[in-house]
């Protein structure tokens, strides 16, 4: 899905200060000409590094349309993710928003609310069977599912518990077809994640249109105070536009 930034919206000649700062700018331009050629693919790219790190230190936007399938709403959040994640190597920003957003919709169907980890801390070294452990039912929540993850479902059949793993739409397939390598296959539950996060929205606001809206703020609040809890990077929290 599509999504476009605003640098500014008011970034042109009416702007306050600009032109103050463009004179500025072409002196400074000036005087780095002096001292000898400008490379200005290299200039350029210095400025678009610049809006890169101006747009990852922004939260996530959701914008609730009611014409708009909840499944829509959740996949563009996670499509924000991804495109934020393709910008910066090394992140992990699409499984760190599941886990949490996964973590704030159990937070709202439970009684009480779960214990919650940072996206970055591994179950081994912590000691869990999963991401999130309710009753006997383990859940791993992933964007990946790997032969690793089947073996640590494998685990916890052994040890009486029923593995979950909610995941995209691809990593459900592949999850899926790994399950089946590992004749595991009707023994582990695999949900697609916008279905499961959507479906339970409705469920909990009863699905009338102002309960779907009032629960869909109530799983960002509840997202917004696991990672504030949890993890060091703010921009991973989101915004809700009315």
Not at 40 to 55: K, Y
Not at 70 to 95: I, W, Y
Not at 101 to 123: C, E, Q, Y
Request: proline share 2%; glycine share 8%.
């Amino acid at each position: 899905m599509a999504f476009d930034l605003v640098l500014a919206e008011e970034g042109g000649r009416t702007s306050r200060g600009s032109v103050g700062n463009m004179r500025k700018y072409v002196v400074f331009l000036n005087e780095l000409h002096a001292s000898g050629p400008i490379d200005f693919e290299q200039l350029e790219s210095w400025w678009i590094e610049r809006v890169r790190e101006f747009f990852s230190g922004k939260p996530f936007v959701l914008r609730f349309d009611a014409s708009k399938s909840l499944r829509t709403v959740v996949r563009d959040l996670l499509s924000q993710a991804e495109k934020r994640q393709a910008q910066a190597n090394g992140s992990t920003f699409v499984g760190t928003m599941l886990q949490h957003l996964v973590g704030a919709k159990l937070n709202l169907l439970l009684d009480s609310p779960l214990h919650h980890h940072g996206a970055s801390v591994a179950d081994d070294v912590s000691g869990r069977e999963g991401d999130f452990i309710i009753e006997d039912v383990s859940i791993h929540v992933t964007t990946s599912p790997s032969e690793a993850l089947i073996r640590k479902c494998r685990r916890n059949l052994e040890n009486g518990m029923k593995p979950v793993i909610i995941t995209t739409y691809r990593g459900a397939v592949l999850a899926e077809g790994l399950a089946e390598q590992a004749d595991m296959a009707d023994r582990i539950d695999v949900f697609e994640a916008e279905q499961f996060i959507a479906g339970n929205l409705y469920e909990i606001g009863k699905f009338a249109q102002i309960g779907r809206r009032t629960t869909a703020e109530q799983l960002i609040s509840e997202y917004n105070a696991i990672v504030d809890e949890c993890e060091t990077d703010p921009s991973l929290r989101i915004d809700v536009f009315r």
